[in-house]
């Protein structure tokens, strides 16, 4: 066995910047070995409580979490679920884009979380609740599952002879989930997804969740029966990306409103946990209406700081693996760290988890580099190393994003229009606009100018597969063509547009064909990806939880890292707007593929300076799911022959080799 520190030397910092900060708790698994249990344990525990009385009473609850940056909240949510996995079903809701779209943004988010997989089970947590209602009710319903649809219907109505809203379609709906085949088009019209005939016709229902109003009341209705199951935690994160009202101001009214709304009814067996920064909700909470903060029934919880001795198990929590590797073990838990470091950075013995955090990364780093005869200088924040480690964070978000979403239509139009209005902004575009169209379809459309030219441009973004929704949609485009409200006009959607005989495909091809100036773009996946992944950080970034080299980064600064990286040079939609220039040919896409991996890998050897080669080949799998192994060892090779890398013990076997940075 090695010693410890000849295990730094070669190891991962396991203060890596990309893994320092949480997301959405259904997006990342957290390590169990990583938690201090004491670390605002009295906070878990009163929480407890609250969902206790949840789940008796059937009345919503409601409290507000808060705290610094940096303080945890968005991992004690992830906490949270985990440790009431068995009690309670989860929902991480981030920001929404309009404040016309809260309801069916809420709805959206509710069931994507529902139908995810709760550890140790097999279900889906939507499954499971549905299937613990229909057993507390009745379980002779479960034997008339595969009876009729009718059957199933009119035992529901019975039970609930009034208060749920359209109340046929959505029985028919809960008994469709129970069949695999139709589960995902059942789940497709409970999140508000906009169906063609054909599938609301499987589904044995008329017409698609297509309003504020039905989705609020469908809502309703999922808080109505859950209260024969467990309740449901609605978690609020990242709210400093939420919509702005004209004054600049954050407008947390939308969402108290709906909080207002889902206690005025009963049953309903909700809890809302709104996490909000400390600083945030003081500056924004005046300006919510009194009567519907009385609606904060739970109480506040603030985010206090740790105690240094909960900041050592936080260290010794992330270094135990290292440890354990080593020939003798170090004497102190935190070594290369220890209390004098801790006492002498944090002199009033109290400090914020991230801060512990940023302290192991620095302080790791640097004796890591001492061991390998290195100066700290080579590694101070220039702007090329903020670059690189930029990248790294960029590629493991990007990485997390692929996973999330696996198809364009798994956002809504007014997403991706919030998304692209953010990455238009990055770009420097100008007069960066939402709310082109007019009417009901307005947040499926933006416009913008490009730098130094008055020429405005309109996107319209739909994919819905319902033709009668397609035919609106390009009424309301004919009519900002009529007006001349821009230059041009693209329409940005992958569905298919219908045939000949749609009167909505006429009026397509009138408007996006023959010698017009409008286009029409097929957005791909890949380029979804790109939007999703700065949505993220953008997210990230205004609750300055996007940390760099031990820098907080705001939203300015991200603007600019973005825009001299290039990375969404290589996003096809963006260039297709012709908003970016493209770094390589589309011919060259396979290529460019391969260069973005091997990018990846010599930035994530210069971040860690020396390494084990198959910790280099395990992480770039990690991040790269397609990639073969064998490429990965041309690619390290290549870099090789570049004087980019150096390859220590190069005849040895592949676990015994190391890698190491060349400077200069």
Request: proline share 4%; aromatic share 8%.
């Amino acid at each position: 066995m090695a010693s410890i520190d000849q295990i730094i030397q070669r190891e991962l910092n396991p203060f890596d910047p990309a893994t320092l900060y949480t997301i959405n708790f259904w997006q990342e698994q957290q390590n169990p070995n990583l938690n201090v249990d004491s670390i605002h344990q009295s906070i878990i525990t009163d929480i407890e409580m609250v969902l206790e009385q949840v789940a008796q009473e059937h009345n919503p609850r409601t409290l507000i979490l808060t705290g610094d940056s940096g303080s945890g909240k968005s991992y004690l949510l992830g906490r949270i679920k985990k440790i009431f996995n068995t009690k309670a079903f989860f929902v991480y809701i981030n920001p929404w884009p309009h404040g016309d779209y809260i309801w069916r943004h809420i709805l959206r988010q509710t069931v994507d979380c529902l139908m995810k997989t709760p550890d140790g089970q097999t279900d889906s947590q939507l499954l499971l609740w549905l299937k613990s209602l229909l057993a507390f009710q009745n379980s002779s319903l479960l034997q008339k599952i595969i009876g009729e649809r009718k059957v199933f219907i009119r035992n529901l109505k019975a039970i609930y002879p009034s208060g749920i809203y359209n109340p046929n379609d959505f029985f028919s709906v809960l008994y469709h989930l129970l069949d695999p085949e139709y589960t995902p088009v059942a789940c497709e019209w409970l999140r508000g997804d906009d169906l063609d005939e054909g599938a609301l016709k499987s589904l044995g229902i008329k017409s698609s969740i297509d309003s504020e109003d039905a989705a609020q009341k469908i809502i309703t209705n999922l808080g109505i029966i859950s209260a024969a199951s467990q309740p449901i935690v609605l978690c609020f994160d990242n709210l400093d990306n939420i919509p702005r009202l004209l004054n600049g101001t954050l407008d947390l009214q939308a969402l108290f409103n709906v909080n207002s709304s889902i206690h005025s009814y009963y049953p309903q067996n909700f809890l809302i946990i709104i996490s909000i920064i400390t600083s945030t909700w003081k500056q924004n909470s005046e300006l919510i209406q009194p009567a519907d903060k009385a609606r904060i029934n739970a109480g506040y919880f603030h985010l206090k700081p740790i105690t240094l001795e909960q900041g050592e198990a936080i260290l010794a929590a992330r270094l135990n693996a290292l440890h354990s590797l080593a020939k003798t073990k170090p004497k102190s838990p935190i070594f290369p760290l220890s209390k004098e470091i801790l006492e002498k950075k944090f002199p009033r013995g109290k400090t914020l988890p991230r801060n512990i955090l940023e302290l192991g990364r620095k302080e790791y780093e640097q004796y890591k580099l001492k061991l390998l005869n290195q100066t700290q200088d080579s590694q101070d924040l220039t702007p090329e190393t903020k670059l690189v480690t930029f990248k790294l964070i960029w590629q493991d978000n990007y990485n997390k994003t692929q996973k999330k979403i696996s198809k364009i239509t798994d956002l809504a139009a007014p997403e991706l229009i919030r998304m692209l209005q953010e990455v238009l902004n990055a770009l420097q575009c100008q007069q960066v606009k939402t709310k082109l169209l007019r009417g009901k379809y307005a947040s499926h459309s933006l416009s913008y100018q490009k730098q130094n030219q008055e020429q405005v441009i309109g996107v319209v973004w739909t994919e819905d597969p319902n033709m009668n929704s397609f035919y609106n949609t390009m009424n309301a485009c004919q009519k900002i063509v009529n007006k001349k409200l821009c230059q041009t006009l693209y329409l940005l959607r992958a569905t298919e547009v219908g045939n000949t005989k749609n009167i909505s495909s006429r009026i397509y091809r009138k408007i996006f064909q023959g010698r017009s100036k409008n286009i029409h773009i097929k957005p791909n996946l890949k380029s979804v990806h790109f939007l999703a992944t700065y949505h993220s950080l953008v997210n990230a970034a205004l609750a300055n939880e996007l940390v760099i080299e031990g820098r907080i980064i705001n939203l300015k600064e991200f603007e600019e890292i973005i825009f001299d990286s290039q990375i969404l040079n290589n996003c096809s939609l963006l260039q297709d707007l012709s908003v970016v220039v493209p770094t390589e040919t589309q011919e060259k896409q396979n290529e460019l593929d391969l260069d973005e991996i091997k990018n990846f890998v010599l930035n994530f050897i210069r971040k860690q300076s020396f390494m084990e080669r198959n910790s280099i080949i395990e992480n770039t799998l990690n991040q790269f799911v397609k990639i073969e192994r064998s490429k990965i060892d041309i690619i390290i090779a290549e870099l090789e022959r570049a004087n980019k890398i150096k390859i220590i013990a190069p005849t040895s076997k592949s676990d015994e080799q190391l890698v190491c940075f060349v400077s200069g």
